[in-house]
């Protein structure tokens, strides 16, 4: 698989990205719609770019099905050398993220320019209303909340941007997960 020069400069930016987060104590989890490159040392048929699908459960060949969803790409490597331990001992297995797009926080309601806009680990909830391009003046500042998934269950969680912008009740300010919707009313 040859690839350019700006393939791999890009390449290792993402790895890159991927080391940094990780060194701030927060490693980076593979998620639907990432684009992932698995290859196993001196087996191109072993080789293979992979998009994760919604189920986040990849097929690759002699260990079928994986769940990808949450590992880390170090743990994903490890499992897959581990799987294919018995049909090639001592396997060099390398896998790579190519492409984060799973990373994606929604704003919906009375701001400029709502939609999905990609984040990363440390985007804040101001932050996100700053890509939505701020607040209309309709919007209500202090109903504002951000509705995420845990365990299965949509959680509500308070947003005073009123406060916020004041310098006060900082921790509202919360870090976004993947997936979650502000809404502003």
Known sequence: MKRTFWQLLLIICILNLAGWAAAAGKPYTIGPGDVLEISVWKDESLSRQLIVPPD???????????????????????????????????????????????????????????????????????????????????????????????????VKIPFNYAAVEKGKNLEQNITLKRGDVVVVP
């Open 56 to 154: 986040g459960v990849i097929s690759f060949p002699l260990i079928n099905d994986i769940a990808v969803s949450n590992l880390t790409v170090p743990a994903l490597r490890q499992e897959i050398s581990k799987r294919l331990n018995d049909f090639i001992p001592d396997a060099t297995v390398t896998v790579m993220l190519v492409q984060i797009n799973s990373l994606q926080g929604y704003v919906i309601g009375k701001v400029n320019r709502p939609g999905q806009f990609p984040i990363n680990q440390d985007t804040t909830v101001m932050q996100i209303l700053a890509m939505a391009g701020g607040l209309n003046p309709f919007a209500a500042t202090s109903k504002i909340f951000i509705i995420r998934q845990e365990n299965g269950k949509s």
